[in-house]
């Protein structure tokens, strides 16, 4: 029988194998009874078992409305509604063609709205299901990436900062492990961890210094737990309960294109109001026909389906960029991508690409060549030729160099990186930093390997930014010990008072530390990135001297080369282009970063580099004057680099940061565009990220930059052409009233136009490719309106001018003594093409249709066509005319329903061909940023 609490619920012991509470037994406890071995982990089998017991890991949401609501929805607008009213009481008044024509036009519209937001919804939810975490586990021997949901309890995971915890588990080893629990308990502070504690069954949540949870997140150090609970069974499950169905909040964008439609739908409605009134006073016909006229003029008239199609649009960019290698997590970082001006970026992996490789090493007796080339770990070690700079050919072997060995056993052991041979061929692969990947393949080529890590691995110090060190305590023989470190030489340097030469222990003097110094700076200007290696023996294991970095002895030096990637130097120029200003931000020795920027083209011969030092010593408002001479800034800390965000923002940049590193968060969030590397970054810096590098590739962002420029561009194009053809009915039917002309057309013959014209050529038009010069233009001021007040003035123009079009239509026929049936359907016939053919001119405003290539939108060029013929079967198929009251047509109006429609197309782009002032701007080279 299930156990059960005083409710009669099960009690959480049924969703996890262990019992009792976990907290409250050994790891080793713990481990037996979940029958996992320690080395091994969970066997494919067993995982896919558990995961059918115990479920997804994940924790469950309330459902969404219910799709009957969300297409019933559709038609609750005030105006819709007004408008099946009206077409209902005509159809009961004896004219049931017109009334059913009207309500099927208006489900139809309905249901086409329906499907472009479901559409956009299940875009958008693929682009999540994207973005979904992933967790460390061991699994048959190896430790793989797995998607967080698929663990189950009993999976062995591994812990270090940055990362969220992806569920409930007992820590079996840590070191230095401390967890920011303010989103399970509120402490704010981060509380340290102990997989050695043995605590109380009552011990309160709060109090678990032996267990990670859920909805944490690792803040420093490293471990490896066992999966306790997953899922809703988790702490974190059993309080939240059902998540309630999160609703998408609106962007900026989706807010201020809400106010516009606010402002729109006030105006439109007053010029309809004035309409009605007309054509009551002109006696144009009867009061319910007059009412029927005017609120579908102002369905047709509201741009109802503007808010669905750029959700749409949005969620169709989104998937090209990435395609683009870049995920965007939140909606307004593609509004505001456009208006990037400055791109913070780290060096390592992003400018260049992180494919480290140890060229040289230095040790107190030699100076090392390093053959062989990626990460298979073949290749030798060449000495130097004394008094020059070149190496022989002939390898030695470590084992006779003890200086050279004691530095790749640094390598191997200062280490969490592991290098395996690929599962599916092709190679060999690094899982964890590519920088320890590269010391690992290095020692590895002389046959060094940290044997037996996990169980001699005493005691662990990882890197931070502050310190520039990381640290690990080897267990030896007879209770010894043995600390190993790596680190920035200045770091080590300080840390050290000894130095290994020739086998033996000597004093690190000054003019030996200068001369270390020199070289470092030799090697950093030939662009390579230098760790400095230290050790240091302690008698007593657990003596607590033995745990701490001072007194170590200095080792040696390893230079490893990361070449720039080729398409970052062409992103500079492009960067440049564009008006934005790139700055690499790195904690790597200035030179080496001054060697790379060169190379890049970020700074010339003569610039010079800032360090976090030299920020130090400069207030906040000396910083903000400083930053726009410096493009790059080496040796900072994450303090620096949220000094150095905030200082760019304050003279008004809008400003894009990379990071990888926990420490990375504060700047990331603290910028307009936060940017997390996806395969190098860790879960707390992609959870404060804006986007994340599919391929931590800088040339990625500035790709992501262009494509969010083109998504803007686009919804400004279909905002144009919605408004601009809104316009064209409005002025229309006011012209007529105003005149006294009978109604140019029907109700059901606006619905129609409405209908065919505004939903597929505008969302044609949001899927426009970015114009070849778009990266030629400044950014777009974040707070410029979507439209600004010269494109509110053209829009009105080129309203004006499709109305003239469909105007003359009606006064050639009309005049000339046609019946009304005639002169309508020659109306009716040339403003749907009218504003079909003006769909070709909003492609861009300042280029030519032959500039933009007549098919480089194959979208648009099909929404036409299908629109046309539905136009086309509406006037000459024998149903369809008696739905929307059609005279059987003339051919002869043909002859000047074409030409009248084609003409206001043809003025548009005969004037995007005369020079103007706004054209020459817009074509004008950008200045180089900076």
């Known amino acids: 029988m299930e156990p059960v609490d005083s409710n009669g619920q099960p009690t959480r ?133 797995i998607p967080a949901r698929e663990l ?18 007992r820590l079996i080893r840590s070191f230095g492990l401390r967890v920011q629990e303010a ?19 009552r011990t309160p949540l709060g109090d678990r210094s032996n267990m990670v949870f859920m909805g944490t997140a690792v803040s ?54 004035l309409i009605f009134v007309l054509h009551v006073f002109w006696g144009g016909g009867s009061l319910l026909e007059s009412l029927l006229l005017s609120v579908s003029l102002a369905v047709s008239a509201v741009p109802e389906g503007m808010p669905a199609v750029v959700t749409l649009v949005l969620a169709i960019g989104l998937q090209r960029l990435v395609r683009r290698h870049a995920l965007i997590r939140e909606l307004p970082a593609v509004e505001t991508l456009g208006s990037v001006t400055v791109i913070c970026s780290d060096k390592t992996g992003t400018l260049t690409r992180n494919e480290m490789t140890v060229r040289e090493v230095v040790t107190g007796s030699a100076h090392y060549h390093v053959s062989g080339a990626g990460y298979e770990p073949s290749g030798g070690f060449h000495p130097r030729i004394p008094g020059t700079d070149r190496h022989g050919d002939e390898a030695v072997d470590p084992e006779d160099r003890p200086d050279l060995l004691r530095a790749l056993q640094i390598a191997a052991w200062c280490n969490a990186a592991q290098v395996t041979r690929h599962p599916e061929g092709g190679g060999w692969r690094v899982l964890g930093d590519p920088t320890e990947g590269a010391l690992v393949v290095a020692a590895r080529k002389a046959d060094v390997e940290a044997t037996d890590r996990a169980g001699r691995v005493l005691h662990e110090i990882p890197f931070d930014s502050e310190r520039r060190t990381m640290s690990v305590l080897v267990r030896g023989p007879d209770d010894s010990a043995t600390m190993y470190a790596k680190g920035a030489p200045e770091a080590i340097l300080d840390r050290c008072d000894r130095e290994w030469r020739h086998g033996r222990i000597e004093p690190l003097t000054p003019e030996r530390r200068a001369e270390i110094r020199h070289v470092a700076s030799e090697m950093a200007a030939q662009a390579l990135r230098v760790l400095a290696l230290a050790d240091r023996h302690h008698p007593d294991a657990g003596h607590e001297a033995a745990r701490r970095e001072e007194d170590l002895i200095f080792v040696g030096m390893v230079g490893m080369i990361d070449p720039p990637r080729d398409e970052a130097r062409e992103a500079v120029s492009l ?34 580099a800032l360090t976090g030092q030299d920020l130090d010593e400069r207030t906040d408002d000396e910083l903000a004057e400083l930053v726009r001479d410096v493009a790059v800034f ?34 990331i969030r603290a910028a307009d565009i936060g940017i997390a590397m996806g395969i190098t970054g860790t879960d707390v810096t992609r959870e404060a990220s804006d986007m994340v590098l599919t391929d931590d590739n800088f040339a990625s962002i500035v790709r992501a930059v262009e494509e ?69 233009r400044p950014p777009r001021p974040p707070h410029e309106p979507v439209i600004t007040r010269h494109g509110g003035l053209l829009i009105l123009a080129h309203g004006a001018l499709m109305a003239t079009a469909g105007v003359a239509a009606f006064a050639v026929t009309y005049g000339q003594g046609d019946s009304l049936g005639h002169a309508r359907t020659a109306t009716f016939s040339t403003l749907a093409f009218t504003q079909l053919f003006f769909s070709f001119a ?87 940023a900076g």
């Open 842 to 928: 909003c492609r861009s405003r300042s280029l030519s249709l032959p500039e933009l290539g007549l098919f480089s939108n194959p979208y648009l060029f099909g929404a036409i066509a299908v629109s046309a013929l539905l136009q086309f079967a509406a006037v000459t198929l024998p149903p369809a005319r008696s739905a929307f009251d059609v005279p059987a047509h003339p051919g002869e109006h043909w002859f000047y329903i074409l030409p009248f429609a084609l003409l206001p197309v043809t003025i548009v782009e005969v004037a995007k061909l005369l020079p103007s002032p706004r054209a020459a701007e817009r074509s004008r080279p950008m200045p180089p």
């Open 183 to 201: 989103s399970l308990t509120g402490e704010s502070t981060p509380v340290d961890k102990d997989a050695e504690d043995v605590l109380d069954p």
């Open 575 to 608: 960067c440049r282009q564009a008006g934005i200003r790139p700055v690499m931000i790195t904690g790597d020795h200035p030179v080496t970063a001054l060697a790379i920027a060169r190379d890049l083209g970020i700074v010339g011969d003569a610039d010079r």
């Open 13 to 145: 012991v049924e969703h996890s194998p262990t019992s009792p509470l976990p907290h409250a037994e050994a790891p080793d406890a713990v481990l037996s009874r979940q029958g996992v071995e320690p080395e091994r982990g969970l066997d494919h089998a067993d995982a896919r078992v558990r995961q059918a017991k115990f479920g997804a890991n994940q924790l469950e949401q309330a459902s969404p409305p219910p799709i009957w609501w969300r297409f019933l929805s559709q038609f609750l607008e005030p105006l819709v509604a007004i408008l099946l009213v009206a077409a209902i009481v005509s159809g009961l008044l004896g004219d049931a063609i017109d009334g059913f024509a009207i309500l099927a036009i208006v489900i139809l519209n309905g249901a086409i709205g329906f499907i472009q937001q479901e559409r956009a919804e299940r875009a958008l939810a693929a682009l999540q299901r994207l973005s979904a975490p992933l967790a460390k586990a061991l699994r048959e021997g190896r430790l793989q990436s």
């Open 634 to 667: 080496a040796r900072v800390s994450a303090e620096h680099k949220l000094r150095i965000v905030r200082a760019w923002k304050a003279r008004g940049e809008v400003v894009a940061m990379t990071g990888d590193g926990v420490n990375d968060a504060p700047a």
């Open 152 to 169: 189950v309890p009993g999976d062995l995971i591994t812990l270090e900062a940055g990362d969220s915890i992806p569920a409930d588990a």
């Open 708 to 776: 969010g420029r083109g998504i803007f561009d686009n919804i400004r194009k279909f905002i144009h052409y919605l408004l601009a053809s809104n316009v064209s009915e409005v002025l229309l039917m006011l012209l007529a009233a105003v005149v006294g002309w009978p109604a140019p057309l029907t109700a059901v013959q606006l619905l129609w136009i409405n209908l065919v014209t505004d939903g597929l050529p505008a969302l044609a038009l949001g899927m426009e490719p970015p114009e070849r010069d778009i990266m030629r």
């Open 220 to 273: 420093a150090g490293t471990a490896d737990a066992l999966v306790v609970a997953t899922g809703m069974a988790t702490e974190l499950g059993q309080i939240a309960g059902l998540l309630h169905h999160a609703e998408r909040e609106p962007t900026p964008l989706q807010r201020r294109l809400a106010e516009l439609g606010k402002l729109l739908i006030g105006v439109i409605l007053a010029i309809v109001a």
